[in-house]
């Protein structure tokens, strides 16, 4: 059903009308209200003057408030004596919404009558992990000009012209293993944006005027790299930890992006969004037969192509040590990590909830606490754990604080690492961080669109059918114990990799009252003499003469440099 905006507004006033009558009907009681609890205080304050007055003690006060009646209807008389039965959610079942197509396409579809729109989204396995080492970035270039060039017989003004005329959204997102394409329109235009959708995707424009709009905005982007220490530490830090040859930490260079022709984009288009390579999900106003046919007649005629592979382990394990990035700026930023777990890992579980208490809690953590909380040394300071579904993920912590109190930082985070090793967690910490997993699961499913993504990515991954069902029972079966195995099995200071961007004669010298400096550092965790990476010009990536540093080091040297051209 489509209201129109004269049925809104009549809607809208009606309401309006009766919520101003229902105020005017409460004003009279709120008064008399008000009228008697004066009349009450008045009183109370000339009983208690009178007592005085004879000489009498007042009436006895207690530090807690009588307990209050109850109302009509049994209603609790205070808000914290409210009680609630406890949340049952269920977690739903991909299969409850699996449908396979005549051509084996795998389409999840959840109906919602609720709103006259449908939403259709496109995954497929595939991304920056496919590009050639010469040409990287061209994956990402792909995803971009598939939705701004056009398509079909369409031109790239005409193509975003007729989306905005039915209101008609569609985008496409091209990540590091896998991609995806949207559209979001109205239930009475779905066959209409349906067809351009498809023809978007199989006959992408690529149109040349905007095509170089897109490459001089990335050009663009690549000068800007070495603005901030942000970019600087996410690059350093990737081509460290996954190597310069894994799609994780390889980079665009100028040389890179200048490569791609318009050839080498229909090529990868192609192959990505390819029937063999996609599964659908749906949701929105329709019914699941018809859209069942509506989805055959699109994919009709469309060439399968294949299913692609996941993507490859990177071949490097980062090189434990400390390495600096020289940049002139007042304040340090640091990533200490090394490489995690796998996310089907019967450890992965209990790996969140160490992980929770130590720094991914938020407010609650420990580094935060101690960080931030205790020394006032970063206002934000945490460890992320990011298992990978295909290989051994990633643990980082990470923070920003002024130069002199960098070390200090350091030494608190790696303390704290240090105790969740050795010492037991609390049972309060264990109980808030299994709490925190447990009672946000639902949010997960909290709309159809995200529940059907849950399933999506799940059958990408093969992740097992039951997974969800069993998650918060263990969840709740993970011990202190557990928390401190997994702690001293993956957790390492002496296989740890230590990063800073920020100006090194400063930072070296650690805090001012001598709790910590680099040097010290340095020498309690094993780590060896700084390695000062090079700087590189930020559209080309290569090596130029680094800034100038402090002639000394916490090591009485200079820092090792390493081999021209990586780390």
Not at 1 to 26: E, G, P
Request: hydrophobic share 40%; charged share 20%; proline share 8%.
């Amino acid at each position: 059903m489509t209201l129109c905006k004269s049925c809104i507004a009549t809607c809208f006033m009606a309401r309006l009308s009766r919520s101003r009558a229902t105020s005017a009907r409460r004003l009279p009681a709120l008064a008399l209200a008000g009228s008697l609890a004066i009349g009450a205080a008045a009183a109370s304050a000339s009983a208690l003057g009178a007592a005085a007055t004879q000489g009498a003690a007042p009436p006895a006060r207690t530090d807690a408030p009588a307990p209050a009646p109850k109302g009509a209807g049994g209603i609790p008389g205070r808000p914290e004596q409210l009680t609630y039965p406890p949340l049952t959610f269920e977690a739903p079942r991909a299969a409850d919404y699996r449908r396979t197509l005549s051509d084996g396409t795998v389409v999840y579809m959840a109906p919602n009558t609720e709103f006259p729109l449908i939403s259709l989204s496109v995954t497929c396995m595939g991304g920056a992990n496919l590009d050639p080492a010469d040409r990287v970035g061209l994956a990402s270039m792909t995803g971009s000009m598939m939705r701004r060039g056009g398509a079909g017989a369409l031109s790239a003004s005409e193509f975003d012209e007729t989306l905005d005329f039915m209101a008609t959204n569609m985008s496409v997102r091209v990540g590091e293993w896998n991609s995806s394409a949207s559209l979001d329109c109205l239930a009475s235009n779905f066959d209409e944006s349906l067809k351009l959708f498809v023809d978007m995707l199989r006959n992408p424009g690529f149109e040349a005027a905007r095509l170089k709009v897109a490459m001089d905005e990335a050009m663009e982007g690549l000068k800007q790299r070495n603005d901030d220490a942000d970019s600087i530490i996410d690059r350093e830090w990737g081509m460290m930890f996954w190597g310069p040859d894994h799609h994780a930490g390889r980079q665009p260079t100028s040389a890179s992006l200048a490569a791609i022709t318009e050839s080498d984009m229909r090529a990868m288009a192609a192959r990505i969004f390819a029937p063999a390579n996609m599964i659908i999900s749906v949701t929105g106003d329709f019914e699941p037969d018809a859209m069942a046919r509506k989805l055959e007649q699109a994919l009709a005629g469309w060439p399968r192509g294949e299913r692609l592979a996941p993507p490859s382990a990177p071949k490097a394990d980062p090189v434990p040590g400390l390495y600096i990035a020289q940049k002139d700026i007042p304040q340090g930023k640091v990533y200490i990590g090394m490489r995690s777990i796998e996310r089907d890992s019967p450890d992965a579980i209990p790996y969140f909830v160490m992980n929770d208490i130590l720094g991914g809690g938020g407010f609650s953590s420990r580094i935060m606490q101690r960080v931030r909380s205790d020394e006032g040394l970063a206002y934000s300071a945490g460890s992320r754990f990011a298992p990978e579904p295909f290989y051994a993920g990633s643990f980082r912590a990470g923070f920003q604080s002024k130069s002199p109190t960098v070390a200090l930082a350091i030494k608190l985070i790696m303390d704290e690492i240090g105790r969740i090793r050795t010492e037991p967690v609390s049972a309060e910490e264990l109980e808030v961080a299994k709490a925190s997993l447990i009672e946000t699961f639902p949010q997960r499913f909290a709309s159809k669109p995200a529940m059907l993504g849950v399933f999506v990515t799940d059958e990408w991954t093969n992740r097992p059918a039951d997974f969800w069902q069993g998650y918060r029972d263990r969840v709740k079966a993970v011990t202190a114990a557990d928390v401190q195995r997994v702690a001293q099995k993956y957790l390492k200071p002496e296989q740890m990799a230590f990063m800073v961007v920020g100006n090194w004669s400063d930072i070296a010298k650690g805090d001012p009252q001598g709790r910590a400096d680099m040097a010290k550092l340095c020498a309690e965790y094993g780590i060896g003499a700084p390695v000062m990476l090079p700087a590189r010009d930020p559209v080309t990536l290569v090596p130029v003469a680094a800034q100038p540093v402090a002639k000394s080091t916490p090591e009485g040297g200079a820092p090792a440099q390493p081999a021209a051209g990586g780390t």
